[in-house]
């Protein structure tokens, strides 16, 4: 499979790193930061990139841009890894609408354009007879969509809850247990660059909020917004509410819950016995899908961090790759 890809943040350069690393099959044809851009239809040099990006600043020729890398370089899969932008989707918005309307597969962790526009961007990649696979816009390295759309196929999905916000979460664990303060943690976060490009949209609870979005829309086939979703966050919560609750044998989880048969579809700090399975630590996620058939699962996993996402990323275009297997048309 041949990938392009936008966006050379934390995401970007993991998914680069174990491409690198890994024989998957995959070749990368084009990358793309906010400065520049660097094509090559045989394939570039995953290395020099990185090391161009680590002295420079940016990865390739800056008379080249994004939307070259969209419009013109050979791909089967645009890969869309931008930081995200929840109020306009955009820049990803246009860079996905204009591949799949190319002609071509896209694969992204970008959730804005994902929640924003969801009914649009699945009814243009139907329209192209093309895909469009967000695995890693939810739970990070949980594969949680194909364990919904494939694995639980055939169920009714009745109510969805858990941590969905790696940073928050780490947070949360880390005043708990190293008595640290909600600044020094989320410093901490951002350093290990768990943190959204504006962390803002971590602490305040508006990523778990897109990502349910993500999820009801998925699931539920709603055309849920994110103005639907009733949200609090974590920065108000203090060291000493945090030692109240345990107190009590309790800990603070910030808790994503949709349930459409209750009307419910909220983001909002709880408090949770420590016993609880959604009490995960660090940047883990936890999330409870509640089916007729299956009955109650629970899958945890890492939620954020820059490897975790590319196995989402890789899985979504292996998956693609082997959807079309024999059918698939390179791209002239
Ligand atoms: N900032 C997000 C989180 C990254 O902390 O969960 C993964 O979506």
Redesign the pocket.
């Given at each position: 499979m041949r990938v392009a890809i936008l966006g050379m943040g934390s995401v970007g350069k993991g998914l680069l790193q174990v491409i690198n690393q890994k024989d998957l099959g995959i070749t990368v044809t084009a990358v793309a930061d906010s400065k520049s851009a660097l094509m090559d239809r045989d394939g570039i040099s995953i290395e020099e990139v990185l090391e161009a990006k680590k002295i420079h600043g940016y990865c390739g020729d800056t008379s080249l841009s994004s939307v070259d890398v969209v419009t013109k370089a050979a791909y089967d899969v645009l890969v869309e890894v931008t930081p995200t932008n929840a109020t306009t989707g955009e820049p990803a918005l246009t860079h996905i609408l204009q591949a799949l309307t190319r002609g071509r597969h896209v694969v992204t962790?970008n959730?804005g354009p994902i929640a924003r526009e969801f009914e649009r961007l699945h009814r243009c990649a139907a329209k192209n007879g093309v895909m469009l696979r967000y695995e890693a816009?939810v739970g990070?390295a949980i594969p949680v969509i194909h364990v919904l759309q494939q694995g639980l196929a055939g169920n009714r999905v009745r109510a969805i809850y858990g941590v969905?916000?790696?940073?928050?979460n780490f947070i949360l664990s880390r005043m708990a247990a190293e008595g640290l303060s909600y600044e020094q943690a989320l410093l901490e976060?951002r350093e290990m660059g768990?943190?959204?490009a504006d962390p803002t949209?971590?602490v305040k609870g508006i990523?778990p909020a897109i990502?349910l979005v993500i999820l009801a829309n998925t699931f539920w086939k709603k055309t849920v917004q994110l103005e639907d979703v009733d949200i609090t966050g974590i920065d108000m919560i203090t060291n000493d509410a945090i030692r109240l609750a345990e107190e009590e044998d309790c800990t603070i989880r910030l808790i994503a819950e949709a349930n459409p048969e209750r009307g419910i579809l909220r983001v909002a700090p709880r408090l949770l016995p420590l016993s609880h399975p959604l009490v995960v630590e660090g940047?883990l996620?936890a999330i409870t899908i509640e089916t007729d058939l299956a009955g109650e699962i629970t899958l945890i996993g890492k939620?954020?961090g820059s490897v975790e996402?590319a196995s989402a990323i890789i899985g979504d275009i292996l998956f693609i790759r082997d959807f079309h297997a024999g059918s698939h048309k390179k791209a002239p």
């Amino acid at each position: 499979m041949r990938v392009a890809i936008l966006g050379m943040g934390s995401v970007g350069k993991g998914l680069l790193q174990v491409i690198n690393q890994k024989d998957l099959g995959i070749t990368v044809t084009a990358v793309a930061d906010s400065k520049s851009a660097l094509m090559d239809r045989d394939g570039i040099s995953i290395e020099e990139v990185l090391e161009a990006k680590k002295i420079h600043g940016y990865c390739g020729d800056t008379s080249l841009s994004s939307v070259d890398v969209v419009t013109k370089a050979a791909y089967d899969v645009l890969v869309e890894v931008t930081p995200t932008n929840a109020t306009t989707g955009e820049p990803a918005l246009t860079h996905i609408l204009q591949a799949l309307t190319r002609g071509r597969h896209v694969v992204t962790s970008n959730k804005g354009p994902i929640a924003r526009e969801f009914e649009r961007l699945h009814r243009c990649a139907a329209k192209n007879g093309v895909m469009l696979r967000y695995e890693a816009t939810v739970g990070g390295a949980i594969p949680v969509i194909h364990v919904l759309q494939q694995g639980l196929a055939g169920n009714r999905v009745r109510a969805i809850y858990g941590v969905l916000n790696g940073t928050c979460n780490f947070i949360l664990s880390r005043m708990a247990a190293e008595g640290l303060s909600y600044e020094q943690a989320l410093l901490e976060a951002r350093e290990m660059g768990y943190a959204e490009a504006d962390p803002t949209y971590d602490v305040k609870g508006i990523d778990p909020a897109i990502k349910l979005v993500i999820l009801a829309n998925t699931f539920w086939k709603k055309t849920v917004q994110l103005e639907d979703v009733d949200i609090t966050g974590i920065d108000m919560i203090t060291n000493d509410a945090i030692r109240l609750a345990e107190e009590e044998d309790c800990t603070i989880r910030l808790i994503a819950e949709a349930n459409p048969e209750r009307g419910i579809l909220r983001v909002a700090p709880r408090l949770l016995p420590l016993s609880h399975p959604l009490v995960v630590e660090g940047t883990l996620n936890a999330i409870t899908i509640e089916t007729d058939l299956a009955g109650e699962i629970t899958l945890i996993g890492k939620g954020a961090g820059s490897v975790e996402t590319a196995s989402a990323i890789i899985g979504d275009i292996l998956f693609i790759r082997d959807f079309h297997a024999g059918s698939h048309k390179k791209a002239p």
